[in-house]
């Protein structure tokens, strides 16, 4: 787990930091390359961190007005719209999930 642990970690830290940057109207730092806290030393406790990110996520969706999307959110890139971040958040999981599924199939630890 330990050579998975800070890229499953920032997986789960785009969606928090989406949320977090949208709840406060700009991005703080570069939160995309976060190393996992030292508490998150095995499988489970990444995936119990995984667990609250996905509730908070989902908490934020569905409490969302339908025009939140459209609020300019401040960040390191740049100002733009929510749906942007959104977009940018998405194509950057994709990508790391990708690197995930390689690192698990080159393990052998997928099957």
Do not use: C, K, N
Not at 9 to 21: I, Y
Request: avoid cysteine.
């Amino acid at each position: 787990m330990e050579g998975l642990r800070d890229p499953t970690f920032q997986l789960f830290r785009l969606g928090l930091g989406f949320v977090d940057g949208m709840d406060r109207g700009r991005l703080a730092g570069d939160w995309r390359h976060e190393r996992a806290p030292e508490d998150l030393r095995d499988g489970g406790s990444v995936a119990r961190y995984g667990a609250l990110v996905r509730a908070r996520v989902g908490g934020w969706f569905e409490g969302a007005g339908p025009r939140e999307l459209d609020r300019v959110i401040d960040g390191p890139d740049g100002p733009r719209p929510g749906w942007a971040l959104l977009a940018q958040v998405t194509d950057e999981a994709a990508a790391r999930l990708r690197l995930l599924q390689a690192a698990l199939d080159r393990s052998g630890r997928m099957s």
